[in-house]
């Protein structure tokens, strides 16, 4: 995964998976899908800090897949840093990838939420 306006996080637990933008501006991270063609779920794991409603967005090749592409991380969790009692899943279901085409997480800071993000999942998708 690549990204632009991400950097390590400094206060995470996870000192070497959390990623944040830099200040309050929005970033991107990108990744190429090299699997065989299919309908998947994609999950997007990240951290839901108090004091803000950080924004993100999941694109494939550009575009917005469905509706449950957009989210915000509004939940109201126990600590004001990346740490296991806030990190949160957002599930989106019923994509179609075939190889070569590209995801990207955009994120957008709100207040003290720095729209931290951890990982992105390719599961299975389910009947």
Not at 64 to 75: E, F, G, K, R, T
Not at 89 to 107: C, E, M, P, Y
Request: include cysteine.
């Amino acid at each position: 995964m690549k990204g632009t306006g991400f950097s390590p996080y400094k206060n995470s637990q996870e000192k070497k998976r959390a990623l944040a933008p830099e200040g309050d501006q929005s970033c991107t991270a990108d990744f190429a899908y090299k699997g065989k063609a299919g309908r998947f779920k994609i999950a997007v794991q990240y951290f839901d800090l108090q004091g803000g409603a950080a924004k993100f967005t999941l694109s494939l090749n550009g575009q917005h897949p469905n509706s449950d592409a957009s989210w915000s991380a509004d939940a109201t969790l126990p600590t004001p840093h990346p740490h296991a009692d806030n990190s949160t899943r957002h599930i989106i279901h019923n994509i179609a990838l075939k190889s070569g085409d590209t995801i990207r997480i955009s994120a957008n800071p709100d207040a003290t939420d720095p729209a931290a993000l951890d990982y992105i999942e390719i599961l299975p998708a389910t009947p």
